[in-house]
Structures are given as structure tokens and as C-alpha cells.
């Protein structure tokens, strides 16, 4: 018969399940940031997260054992519901693009989340308390799972998503005229990829942030005489470096396209001009207000990429400031970048500049703020609400409009009212 105050035998297994599946996270997190880095970059430019990623994790296994069920719970169901997110774009970026380094690691999260997480729900089980006031209780416990997985997992798991943005091949397109493939070169030493339409009317467009997202538009600019360059953003695709689906270095992919441009025969002094779809709409109008290169930008969609537009909501965003703050500090943490200044702050500084705002009726991410970013701008500018279109999705919602909108924009600010 046990002593009294024996150890029941699930207790003495539960930690080495925990730290083994700590163990395989810390194993991807190393392949991940030092062993297996992205196209264009090295072990270096992820020391920090791949150093504090390890950090926390031996902290967390070294702390297991002395928590409480509860604490023991939250820290094996939260550690279990990344390691899932860490599998999910291993057989994303698999799929899309033939499995490497650091997927094979990815592959072994799958069984490392599961296990975390059915740790959580039988020590959950096991820990449960009787008493006239236990459904108060779990009700409580139920309600304070829903928020710290709001405030604290999907935004760590968002900004994990953002910085591991799975690549994908991307085909020959139809793009209306011939095109070539070419190499754009940022200050920073990455190689990105581009496909070029030469220019008929002197003037060109940067299409951001892929060459296969928005065809229709550079099939449309094209029709037009415009020399269309669609530049697949840093970590995109078959561009080197690491990816940010919040786009917060995307102003040297810009720049490093308005500088490819300048040097063209088929474009004009002056003549250069840029589309932004998105987050590539965030890029585009913080590269406005700090390139001269640019005359004039079309942004689509932009909305939040920090906390810092999240506080223009004012106290109606007040209960989504903790997701932010922790989204933020995470995508910092994970990219190695500051986070990038208010957009509001960013138009301010647009003239002289031409911006023409675009936004959905039905958005996503904070496209109601185009509003505040309108007003304020300070140069030239132009705001357009398409009420029935979802996220950049103005050209499938009216797209004679749309054409007749973009094109008299660029033929004004571009080529002195051609269109």
C-alpha cells in the first residue's frame, strides 16, 4: 500500500511528459532560427528570437513541476496549441512548396501538441472539485480560458503565422502583355523576386506585396500602356529573406523597386508610381510619406499592422489592447524589427505625395481606419468606400468603376492628366 502522501503515479509522469514536449518545440525552435534559416539570411539575424524562444521554454519546463494543476494546465494546453500552429505551416509550406529543413522538425510538433495538450485536459480532469459551488467555478475557470486564449494564444499564434508565412511557386501568369523576370536588390542585401511588363506611356507601377495576388489590376494597368513591376515581398515566395504578413520592413522592398525603375529607359523622370493591396496598402503609404521616388500610391485594404492603430479606436478598442500589446511584442520579438510608426502618423507626412485610399465595406483588420488616415493626410488625396466589396476585393465588386477610378488617378498624378 502507497504511503499517505505518496505521489500518485500520473504526477511523477506528467512533468517528463511536459518537458519532452518542450523538448521538441526547443528542437524546431533551434532548426528554425539557427540551422535552417530563410533564403538571403543567417543564424545571426534570428539570435534573438531563437535565443528567448529557448529561454522561455526551459524557464517553463523548469517551472512545471513547482505550478499548481492550474498553473500546470494552462502552461501544457498553451504550449500544445502553438505546437499545433508550428505543424500547421510545416504541412502548409510542405504542400506548397516541398517540405525543408525546418519542416521535418515541424512534422514532429504534431505529435508533441497533442500529447500537451491531452496532458492539460487530464490533469484538468483529474483536478476538479466537488462542493455546492463547482459549476460557479468552472464557469469562472471556462470564462478566464476564453480571454487569456484571446489576450495571450491566438496573438502569439498570429504573430507565429506572420513571420513563418508558408512560400509557394508561383506559376506564369497572363499579365495581358509580354513581361520579364527580373531581380530587385535591397540596401539590405536580399534578392527579391519581380516580374516587369515594360512601360508604353513612360510611366510604371509597383504592385505589392506578390506578383500572383492581384493579376486583374496589372492586367488592367498594362491595357493602359503602364510598365507594371510586381515585386514578391521579402520572405514571399521566391524573394530571399524572412517573412511579415504585417509588412513592417516592406518600405526597403519598395524602395529598392522605385530605385530598379529609376534606372529603365521605358520610364520617366517622376513617372513612378505604386498599388498596394492589404498589408502591401500599409507598405505603400508608409512609403509615400519617405520616398521622393514615389508620385503617387493606390492603397487597398490597409487597416492595423500594431498596437499602435489599434489605440485610434479609442475606448471602444480598449478590450483588444492586451491582444494587440502581446501581437506586437511577439511579431517584435519573432521578426527582430521595431514595430513601425502609426499609420495616422505616416500619412501626415504624404505630400507631396498623391494617396488614393481604398476600403471595404465588409473589410477586414481594421479597414474602417482608412477614414482617420484620410483626414489625416496632408497632401493630395483622394478616399473611395466600395460598401458591398470584402477585403481588397474593390475590383471584383465593380470593376468598370474601379478601372475608371485607378487609372484616371495614376493618368493625373503620372502623365499630367493622360490616361
Do not use: C
Not at 521579402?234 to 511579415?244: F, K, Q, T
Amino acid at each position: 500500500m502507497p504511503e499517505p502522501d505518496a505521489e500518485p503515479p500520473f504526477a511523477r509522469s506528467a512533468a517528463p511528459i511536459f518537458s519532452v514536449g518542450a523538448a521538441l518545440v526547443g528542437l524546431h525552435s533551434v532548426v528554425d532560427a539557427f540551422l535552417a534559416p530563410e533564403p538571403g539570411t543567417a543564424a545571426g539575424d534570428h539570435l534573438g528570437r531563437g535565443l528567448v524562444s529557448l529561454a522561455l521554454l526551459v524557464a517553463a519546463a523548469a517551472s512545471y513541476p513547482r505550478l499548481r494543476a492550474g498553473g500546470q494546465v494552462v502552461l501544457a494546453v498553451t504550449l500544445g496549441a502553438l505546437a499545433l500552429v508550428g505543424f500547421g505551416l510545416a504541412v502548409a509550406d510542405a504542400r506548397a512548396a516541398g517540405p525543408t529543413g525546418e519542416d521535418w522538425t515541424g512534422f514532429l510538433l504534431a505529435a508533441a501538441g497533442l500529447a500537451l495538450i491531452g496532458l492539460g485536459i487530464v490533469l484538468l480532469w483529474r483536478s476538479r472539485k466537488g462542493g455546492r459551488l463547482r459549476w460557479l467555478r468552472r464557469a469562472a475557470i471556462a470564462a478566464a480560458s476564453v480571454v487569456a486564449a484571446y489576450w495571450f494564444v491566438m496573438p502569439v499564434a498570429i504573430a507565429i503565422v506572420a513571420t513563418h508565412r508558408p512560400r509557394a511557386v508561383v506559376a506564369p501568369v497572363d499579365l495581358g502583355r509580354g513581361y520579364e523576370q527580373v531581380v530587385v536588390e535591397t540596401d539590405d542585401g536580399l534578392e527579391l523576386a519581380a516580374s516587369y511588363v515594360p512601360s508604353r506611356n513612360g510611366a510604371a507601377v509597383i504592385s505589392y506585396p506578390t506578383r500572383a495576388g492581384k493579376i486583374a489590376q496589372a492586367r488592367m494597368l498594362a491595357r493602359h500602356g503602364y510598365g507594371v513591376l510586381l515585386v514578391d515581398a521579402r520572405g514571399y515566395d521566391a524573394s530571399e529573406g524572412d517573412p511579415n504578413l504585417f509588412g513592417w520592413e516592406g518600405t526597403k522592398d519598395v524602395a529598392a523597386a522605385v530605385r530598379w525603375l529609376q534606372r529603365r529607359p521605358d520610364v520617366g523622370d517622376g513617372r513612378i508610381g505604386g498599388i498596394g493591396f492589404s498589408v502591401g496598402g500599409e507598405v505603400m503609404l508608409q512609403a509615400a510619406a519617405s520616398n521622393p521616388g514615389l508620385r503617387a500610391v493606390v492603397s487597398e485594404g490597409a487597416g492595423v499592422r500594431s498596437i499602435r492603430e489599434e489605440l485610434l479606436y479609442g475606448p471602444r478598442g480598449w478590450p483588444s489592447l492586451p491582444a494587440a500589446a502581446v501581437r506586437t511584442a511577439a511579431l517584435a520579438l519573432l521578426s527582430g524589427a521595431p514595430p513601425p510608426p502609426s499609420l495616422e502618423d505616416v500619412v501626415a507626412r504624404n505630400a507631396p505625395r498623391h494617396l488614393f485610399l481604398i476600403y471595404a465595406g465588409r473589410g477586414a483588420g481594421g479597414e474602417e481606419l482608412n477614414g482617420d488616415y484620410y483626414r489625416a493626410a496632408a497632401g493630395p488625396k483622394l478616399l473611395w468606400r466600395i460598401p458591398e466589396a470584402h477585403h481588397v476585393g474593390g475590383w471584383e465588386a465593380r470593376p468598370a468603376e474601379y478601372e475608371r477610378r485607378v487609372v484616371e488617378f495614376f493618368g493625373r498624378t503620372l502623365l499630367g492628366g493622360r490616361s
